[in-house]
């Protein structure tokens, strides 16, 4: 069993891009967009993944989608079967376009109950059979039970910290009606970095700080994978665990250096490409590509 990964990504691009539909806590309308420079970082993105070996499926933005750059909430893939996402409100117009660029991949659709939440690839993890769950905020627990049915999963179901107002209460997003966190999808607060093999655990990076306590303590005692920590500083301002790991090489931001030597210690190469436009949608590096190739 080889232990490479992410071997084949979708991505589309940012023709669309805005932050006019804040639907996270990184949005604000009140900023400016430069899609130009977003593009840059698009490319960016890219030829690092290719650098790195992974090839790249590039199609074109859903159209007068602001989110559509943002591959990895499409769908969760495994083998021939994709399961679709449900995704708040601002993101609707994007799946019928993601339903039928999965179907050109000859993937076999499955749908989640219509008032079900998914998040997709955002807020489930694979790493070998376990599926690193999120929920609470994109995601429903019924969900990723539903994803994991079709698509042979063992969940390890988990919940990030919410976002809260300064009066300390959970935060509503205004324009979704959903609960809101920092870490809005796992994908920013886990990554994995390696699968497991017959001889080897898969190994992971996670931010403890951005769970909440019981997923916490039931992260840090879970045997199946080695794990490395993340800052909550790295994990928040440097958007540090939204990476893209071959299980060889870590497509990963500049600006997360603790992380990133932890990487290099445990003998992964590296490679940073400077990303900031795309944070103003809540995204980086793992946001814009969907991995089509789990097995």
Request: proline share 5%.
């Amino acid at each position: 069993m080889t232990n490479l990964i992410n071997q084949t990504v979708l991505m589309s691009g940012v023709d669309y891009f805005d932050d006019t539909a804040a639907i996270n806590p990184f949005m604000d309308e009140t900023l400016s967009v430069d899609r130009a420079k977003a593009a840059d970082e698009h490319i960016q993105i890219k030829n690092a993944l290719q650098e790195a070996g992974v090839t790249v499926i590039q199609v074109n933005p859903p159209t007068d989608c602001q989110d559509g750059v943002y591959t990895a909430n499409w769908a969760l893939v495994r083998g021939d079967k994709a399961v679709m996402s449900n995704l708040p409100n601002a993101r609707e117009g994007e799946m019928p376009y993601a339903e039928q660029i999965l179907r050109i991949q000859g993937k076999q659709i499955f749908h989640v109950p219509d008032e079900l939440r998914f998040s997709g690839q955002g807020d489930a993890l694979p790493c070998g059979n376990f599926l690193f769950c999120g929920s609470g905020y994109r995601s429903d627990p019924a969900a990723h039970q539903y994803a994991a049915n079709i698509l042979g999963y063992e969940i390890i179901q988990l919940q990030t910290i919410p976002q809260l107002d300064e009066a300390g209460h959970p935060v509503i997003n205004s324009f979704s009606g959903w609960a809101d966190s920092p870490f809005y999808d796992i994908d920013l607060a886990i990554s994995i970095l390696r699968a497991p093999t017959d001889t080897q655990k898969g190994l992971i990076a996670w931010c403890p700080d951005a769970f909440l306590p019981e997923s916490r303590a039931k992260l840090a005692a879970f045997d199946g994978v080695d794990k490395i920590t993340v800052s909550l500083k790295e994990a928040y301002d440097s958007f540090a665990c939204n990476l893209v790991s071959t299980g060889e090489t870590v497509v990963m931001g500049k600006h997360a250096p603790e992380l990133q030597a932890a990487i290099e210690a445990a003998g992964l190469k590296t490679i940073t490409p400077e990303i900031t436009e795309l944070t103003k949608g809540g995204g980086y590096i793992r946001c814009t590509t969907l991995t089509l190739d789990t097995i």
